[in-house]
């Protein structure tokens, strides 16, 4: 299925994991909320390496990434990913998103809002 290979972790198990060989790593909302802080960690390190990590929602590791999430949500017909070249995701009806904005050295680097 579009040429990947997915991999199933149990979470809370493992200590320190490698993910070497891995391109993207997804990480749901119900798993992200049950990350140990060795599990972020090697996640973080995949990261700063290069790979691609999809998360979803509020959790530790998006505050660990330094993602903020406001108290608003806006409006989105489109939906454009701006870290790697994928095409743009047309939206219809339109989708109800959760604003954020990350942080980084304490400049915002990505956002999401109305525009």
């Known amino acids: 299925m579009f040429g ?3 991999v199933h972790r149990d979470l809370g198990v493992e200590k320190k994991f490698s993910l070497a060989g891995t391109d993207m790593l997804v990480v749901p909302f119900a798993a992200g909320k ?3 802080n060795i599990e972020m960690n090697s996640i973080l390190e995949f990261v700063e390496k290069g790979g691609v990590l999809i998360i979803d ?5 998006a505050e660990k990434l330094g993602i903020v999430f406001t108290n608003r949500t806006v409006s989105a017909t489109r939906i454009k990913e701006l870290t790697i070249p994928v095409p743009e995701s047309n939206c219809q009806p339109p989708v109800r998103l959760q604003a954020f904005y ?8 990505q956002e999401c ?3």
């Open 113 to 115: 809002e109305q525009r």
């Open 57 to 61: 929602g509020e959790t530790p590791l």
């Open 34 to 36: 049950k990350l140990m």
């Open 102 to 109: 990350r942080r980084k050295r304490n400049r915002i680097v």
């Open 4 to 6: 990947f290979n997915p």
